[in-house]
C-alpha cells in the first residue's frame, strides 16, 4: 500500500531550494576555501554530542546565521533547560541516516547498511530562554557550561 505524499507548503517548498542551493556552494568550495571561511566566521559547536561539527556543516549553518556558536535540536534544548523561542526559525543541517536493507543476491540474503543524509533542524543558542525552575541535565550540558 503506498501513501499519498504530504502536500508541502510553498513556504518549506522554498526553503528546501534555498538549502539545496547552498549545498551547492559549499560543495564548490575547496577545502582551504572552507577551512578560510570558519577560521574568519568561527567554530560552531553541537551541545550534548561533545563533538564537532563536520566543515560542510559548519559552513551550512555559517551561512543561514552567522552569529551561530552552539547549535542543537529542539529535544536537546528542552534536555538542557532551555526553550526554543516561539517563532524562530531553524537552521537545517546534514545529518547521517543509516538504513539496514536485506538484499538477495545469487540465492543468499544479505544484510546491507546504506547511509544516507536527511536535514535535520538545529537553533542556535541565541534562539533560546533559560527555562525557569527546571532541573538542567548536567550531562548534557558539560559542554557548553
Known amino acids: 500500500m503506498r ?7 510553498p513556504e518549506a517548498i522554498e526553503r528546501q531550494s534555498r538549502i539545496k ?7 564548490s568550495l575547496s577545502p582551504e576555501e572552507k577551512q578560510a571561511y570558519i577560521d574568519r566566521v ?5 551541545i550534548g554530542e561533545g563533538g564537532m561539527l563536520s566543515p560542510y556543516n559548519m559552513c551550512l549553518i ?7 556558536t552552539l547549535v542543537g535540536g529542539y529535544n536537546q534544548w528542552l534536555n538542557v533547560g532551555r526553550q526554543v523561542r516561539r517563532g524562530e526559525r531553524s537552521i537545517c543541517i546534514f545529518a547521517p541516516s543509516n538504513r539496514k536493507r536485506t538484499v538477495e543476491k545469487d540465492g543468499e540474503e544479505i544484510t546491507v547498511d546504506r547511509v544516507n543524509f536527511r536535514l535535520v533542524p538545529v ?21 557548553w557550561e
Not at 21 to 27: D, F, R
Not at 62 to 68: F, S, T
Open 62 to 68: 555559517l551561512y543561514q546565521n552567522q552569529e551561530a
Open 42 to 46: 568561527g567554530i560552531v559547536r553541537r
Open 21 to 27: 542551493q547552498l549545498a551547492e556552494i559549499i560543495t
Open 123 to 143: 537553533f542556535d543558542v541565541s534562539q533560546t530562554d533559560p527555562i525557569e525552575g527546571e532541573k538542567i541535565n548536567k550531562r548534557s550540558y558539560r559542554d
Open 3 to 9: 501513501y499519498a505524499k504530504k502536500q508541502q507548503s
